[in-house]
């Protein structure tokens, strides 16, 4: 595809599920982000896959969260027993490589919204 | 501790005018800094960016100003029109190119 794209769009959830949110990041590119954003928050980092280098998980805010990525291509994003706290928009962007080459600018998905009730 | 902070949440200019966004930063050990740029139900965008060896970075109506004795930086938006409206997020990337976002500012263009 031309863009990043995230699925799904929106989902709702019930207090205590297991959701999985998907990232299909633009072809070729190395790197991949996951980042969520709370109502009225900026954006917040959760996981960084560059390559085939152990990813960066220290954004993540507890062991409820995983993200793999698989074939280093396409990634999921696993919320266990999901909170309340845990509704907000989740950001995947991914780029060519690191971002401080004018060339390799980081793109974003147009995020899934999730809603715990 | 919000290392990248944009303590405007928003601001409103005239159409024509000059926008003028800030950011301020808390680690010394950023050394690139970007803009992006985001629409209601769209996934950000990059504007531009600047590294930390430069003071001034322009791409057409956007510039991009770094103070580092400041720890600040700037968006200017000269002449701002309708479509600029939208939240625009200022980053920053540590050695190990995790990005750090702010905040966030709400810019809106008025008529």
């Known amino acids: 595809g031309a863009g990043v794209s995230q699925s799904p769009s929106n989902k709702v959830t019930e207090k205590g599920k297991d959701v999985e949110l998907r990232c299909d990041p633009i072809?070729?590119?190395?790197?991949l982000y996951w980042y969520r954003q709370s109502l009225g928050q900026g954006l917040e980092f959760l996981i960084y896959f560059q390559g085939n280098s152990a990813p960066d998980k220290s954004g993540l805010p507890s062991d409820r969260f995983s993200a793999e990525r698989t074939g280093g291509s396409v990634s999921t994003l696993t919320i266990q027993r999901t909170q309340q706290e845990d509704s907000a928009v989740y950001l995947c962007?991914?780029?060519?490589?690191?971002?401080?080459?004018?060339?390799?600018?980081?793109?974003f998905g147009p995020g899934t919204r999730l809603t715990v009730l | 501790d919000q290392q990248v902070k944009q303590n405007s949440p928003s601001l409103s200019v005239q159409e024509g005018r000059i926008s003028i966004l800030n950011c301020d930063y808390t680690n010394s050990m950023f050394d690139y800094f970007l803009w992006y740029k985001k629409y209601p139900a769209e996934g950000p965008t990059f504007l531009i960016s600047?590294?930390?060896?430069?003071d001034k970075n322009e791409d057409g109506r956007f510039t991009v100003f770094l103070n580092k004795s400041a720890k600040h930086l700037s968006l200017h938006i000269v002449p701002s029109q309708p479509g600029d409206s939208a939240v625009y997020f200022c980053a920053a990337i540590y050695r190990d190119d995790k990005i750090i976002f702010g905040k966030g500012t709400r810019l809106h263009i008025l008529p």
């Open positions: 600047i590294s930390s060896i430069k």
């Open positions: 072809s070729g590119h190395t790197a």
């Open positions: 962007a991914s780029s060519g490589g690191q971002v401080r080459r004018s060339t390799d600018t980081q793109y």
